[in-house]
């Protein structure tokens, strides 16, 4: 045979030797090396078939113990004593024998291995027996408001959008019964927020679906034991999507888990008293409100404040204090709060409320949606379609074609501006105070009931502008040769700050009333290329009195009165030189394009 020739067919040989060579060694680990690595099951310690009765199990462990029963302080205690026993307390026992049967479940196991360290080499009379003897038969656990799932309402489940936390769990199981206190506590903590459910091994089909695979046997079993938390994330309708929780079995951990790892919620930081003052309370962004939890505990937030945290991420900012006593002279001065747990709201300067006690979901939703913006709306992006201060919307009342207004008063943040505020709330509570019973004609009506029946009507709205983060919006209202002492950044250390009050009246086409408007934000060259007749016109007035409550009030009473009564001119675009100008309580016209410059102001300002 030439030299390539034998090349070749010892290639040959290799290539068919390998699979044959493969197969010989699968062959040995299935007849000598698996039967080694995989303990013997109970069936086969105790010496019966795995569809014995319940008799046949104890006759055949009365025959094993009986030999080392009777001679209990001569004998001593061998690992074949433990597994005996061991193998007996599982398969004796209905539940905990349906549990191993299906998903190889043991709360024996770890118990059996600390056993076997302890006694062997002892006397069997040492032993202690048995080896479980913190289970009972009638295992006692909590009840909780979590769903039972079952086969008939699992498939709901599954089509569910919102997230689900389940916990799998066996009425047999010591664990399970252990665990139950906290399971409550976790959908309570989780109420809002997830929905939470329960399924017992018994149901066969459900826990096969929701266990892992053995990769060797195919058996369905739970990698972490009993309890096993499985969590489907929002929108998940199969069994790839699910997400397993493998860390410590205590509340703060796995409510952490879902909120943090599934649901993506922020974390709200605790923060000392020299951290909350300097980083939240004097931190910028003025248009939130400041949201403080005090805690006792130290506990992390619960998911609903997280959740809350997000939602209204826009609004307020959130923040944590451990309560201790040696600081409650301080939150004493700070907020005038005398306990914890307690929830502070920091609003307008010198606004405030505090709740004391703790609180669920949807009281905590109430509480946000009643504070969530300062007491004196800030005029932003978010808010001016709200307040009706938006060419593109409508006054708070509806879509009427009335003419509306909105009173704003603009300035530099610092102590002036907090003082106009301070003011201008006290002309909105004046204006909520002031009772009218019925409908003030216009026309007659005295000046100081004119501005109350508007924002009875929604017709008026009152608001604060930050000259600084929405300087573009600011010079567009206040354009004049002073106005940087009211708009824009400070140069100097020494400029004068000058808060301003100006007032903006808005007015729909009544011929375009029927007009579809697009509330969606377009750039300016977009509302260029299209009919632009949907928006409301915009007229402005300033207010250059003194800033006392009566006068303002008075101010505004005779603007509306005006603005109600006769046919203003309406501006659509920038005014020429041969259009007549207003009347002189309304001085100055606004382009179409201020929501615009409020737009580009605020996304700067977050």
Same mark, same amino acid.
């Given at each position: 045979?030439?030299?390539?020739?034998?090349?070749?067919?010892?290639?040959?040989?290799?290539?068919?030797?390998?699979?044959?060579?493969?197969?010989?060694?699968?062959?040995?680990?299935?007849?000598?090396?698996?039967?080694?690595?995989?303990?013997?099951?109970?069936?086969?310690?105790?010496?019966?078939?795995?569809?014995?009765?319940?008799?046949?199990?104890?006759?055949?462990?009365?025959?094993?113990?009986?030999?080392?029963?009777?001679?209990?302080?001569?004998?001593?205690?061998?690992?074949?004593?433990?597994?005996?026993?061991?193998?007996?307390?599982?398969?004796?026992?209905?539940?905990?024998?349906?549990?191993?049967?299906?998903?190889?479940? +043991?709360?024996?196991?770890?118990?059996?291995?600390?056993?076997?360290?302890?006694?062997?080499?002892?006397?069997?009379?040492?032993?202690?027996?048995?080896?479980?003897?913190?289970?009972?038969?009638?295992?006692?656990?909590?009840?909780?408001?979590?769903?039972?799932?079952?086969?008939?309402?699992?498939?709901?489940?599954?089509?569910?959008?919102?997230?689900?936390?389940?916990?799998?769990?066996?009425?047999?199981?010591?664990?399970?019964?252990?665990?139950?206190?906290?399971?409550?506590?976790?959908?309570?903590?989780?109420?809002?927020?997830?929905?939470?459910?329960?399924?017992?091994?018994?149901?066969?089909?459900?826990?096969?679906?929701?266990?892992?695979?053995?990769?060797?046997?195919?058996?369905?079993?739970?990698?972490?034991?009993?309890?096993?938390?499985?969590?489907?994330?929002?929108?998940?309708?199969?069994?790839?999507?699910?997400?397993?929780?493998?860390?410590?079995?205590?509340?703060?951990?796995?409510?952490?888990?879902?909120?943090?790892?599934?649901?993506?919620?922020?974390?709200?930081?605790?923060?000392?008293?020299?951290?909350?003052?300097?980083?939240?309370?004097?931190?910028?962004?003025?248009?939130?409100?400041?949201?403080?939890?005090?805690?006792?505990?130290?506990?992390?937030?619960?998911?609903?404040?997280?959740?809350?945290?997000?939602?209204?991420?826009?609004?307020?900012?959130?923040?944590?204090?451990?309560?201790?006593?040696?600081?409650?002279?301080?939150?004493?001065?700070?907020?005038?709060?005398?306990?914890?747990?307690?929830?502070?709201?920091?609003?307008?300067?010198?606004?405030?409320?505090?709740?004391?006690?703790?609180?669920?979901?949807?009281?905590?939703?109430?509480?946000?949606?009643?504070?969530?913006?300062?007491?004196?709306?800030?005029?932003?992006?978010?808010?001016?379609?709200?307040?009706?201060? +938006?060419?593109?919307?409508?006054?708070?009342?509806?879509?009427?074609?009335?003419?509306?207004?909105?009173?704003?008063?603009?300035?530099?943040?610092?102590?002036?501006?907090?003082?106009?505020?301070?003011?201008?709330?006290?002309?909105?509570?004046?204006?909520?105070?002031?009772?009218?019973?019925?409908?003030?004609?216009?026309?007659?009506?005295?000046?100081?009931?004119?501005?109350?029946?508007?924002?009875?009507?929604?017709?008026?709205?009152?608001?604060?502008?930050?000259?600084?983060?929405?300087?573009?919006?600011?010079?567009?209202?206040?354009?004049?040769?002073?106005?940087?002492?009211?708009?824009?950044?400070?140069?100097?250390?020494?400029?004068?700050?000058?808060?301003?009050?100006?007032?903006?009246?808005?007015?729909?086409?009544?011929?375009?009333?029927?007009?579809?408007?697009?509330?969606?934000?377009?750039?300016?060259?977009?509302?260029?290329?299209?009919?632009?007749?949907?928006?409301?016109?915009?007229?402005?007035?300033?207010?250059?009195?003194?800033?006392?409550?009566?006068?303002?009030?008075?101010?505004?009473?005779?603007?509306?009165?005006?603005? +109600?009564?006769?046919?203003?001119?309406?501006?659509?675009?920038?005014?020429?030189?041969?259009?007549?100008?207003?009347?002189?309580?309304?001085?100055?016209?606004?382009?179409?394009?201020?929501?615009?410059?409020?737009?580009?102001?605020?996304?700067?300002?977050?």
């Amino acid at each position: 045979m030439s030299r390539g020739a034998m090349a070749s067919f010892a290639s040959t040989a290799r290539t068919y030797a390998l699979p044959g060579i493969l197969v010989s060694m699968a062959v040995v680990w299935q007849l000598f090396i698996l039967p080694k690595t995989f303990p013997r099951s109970h069936y086969e310690v105790i010496g019966v078939k795995s569809n014995s009765s319940s008799d046949e199990i104890f006759e055949a462990y009365e025959r094993l113990t009986s030999e080392w029963k009777s001679n209990k302080d001569v004998d001593i205690v061998t690992e074949n004593v433990i597994e005996v026993q061991h193998a007996f307390e599982v398969l004796s026992n209905e539940l905990r024998r349906r549990d191993y049967d299906l998903f190889n479940v +043991d709360e024996l196991q770890d118990i059996a291995k600390i056993t076997k360290k302890r006694y062997v080499g002892e006397k069997i009379s040492r032993l202690e027996l048995p080896l479980l003897k913190t289970f009972e038969d009638d295992l006692h656990f909590m009840d909780d408001d979590s769903k039972v799932l079952t086969s008939q309402n699992f498939g709901g489940m599954l089509r569910d959008e919102m997230t689900w936390l389940i916990q799998v769990y066996s009425l047999g199981s010591a664990s399970c019964q252990k665990f139950s206190p906290s399971w409550k506590r976790i959908v309570t903590w989780l109420d809002g927020v997830v929905n939470t459910g329960k399924v017992e091994l018994g149901e066969v089909q459900i826990a096969a679906y929701l266990a892992e695979r053995n990769q060797v046997t195919g058996h369905p079993f739970f990698r972490y034991g009993l309890p096993s938390l499985v969590a489907f994330p929002a929108n998940c309708r199969n069994f790839d999507c699910l997400l397993r929780y493998s860390g410590e079995l205590n509340v703060d951990a796995i409510v952490d888990w879902i909120a943090t790892d599934i649901l993506g919620l922020p974390r709200i930081l605790y923060y000392s008293p020299e951290a909350l003052v300097r980083d939240v309370i004097r931190k910028p962004a003025p248009h939130k409100v400041k949201v403080i939890f005090f805690s006792r505990t130290g506990h992390r937030a619960a998911p609903f404040l997280r959740q809350a945290a997000k939602d209204y991420q826009e609004y307020a900012s959130f923040a944590f204090v451990l309560w201790q006593e040696e600081n409650a002279q301080l939150w004493w001065n700070l907020f005038e709060m005398e306990s914890a747990p307690a929830i502070v709201f920091l609003k307008d300067p010198g606004v405030k409320f505090v709740h004391y006690g703790a609180i669920n979901s949807s009281d905590f939703k109430s509480l946000m949606e009643q504070h969530k913006t300062h007491a004196l709306r800030q005029l932003r992006s978010i808010t001016s379609m709200d307040l009706g201060c +938006d060419p593109r919307g409508h006054s708070p009342a509806g879509n009427g074609s009335f003419p509306w207004y909105c009173v704003v008063i603009a300035g530099k943040p610092g102590f002036k501006l907090s003082k106009a505020r301070e003011v201008l709330r006290s002309v909105q509570d004046n204006l909520t105070n002031e009772a009218i019973t019925d409908a003030v004609d216009i026309s007659s009506a005295p000046f100081s009931l004119v501005a109350a029946q508007a924002f009875k009507e929604k017709r008026l709205s009152l608001g604060w502008l930050d000259g600084v983060a929405q300087k573009k919006y600011c010079f567009f209202y206040l354009s004049s040769e002073n106005v940087t002492e009211t708009c824009g950044p400070r140069n100097y250390e020494e400029e004068e700050d000058v808060p301003k009050l100006f007032l903006v009246r808005y007015q729909r086409n009544i011929s375009e009333d029927n007009v579809k408007v697009d509330k969606r934000f377009k750039p300016a060259w977009d509302l260029m290329k299209e009919d632009v007749s949907g928006l409301a016109s915009q007229l402005v007035a300033k207010y250059n009195g003194s800033m006392e409550v009566p006068e303002i009030l008075s101010w505004i009473s005779k603007i509306i009165k005006e603005g +109600d009564s006769k046919d203003l001119p309406y501006y659509m675009n920038n005014v020429g030189t041969d259009v007549p100008k207003p009347e002189p309580s309304i001085t100055d016209e606004i382009p179409q394009d201020a929501s615009q410059a409020l737009e580009s102001d605020t996304e700067s300002e977050e």
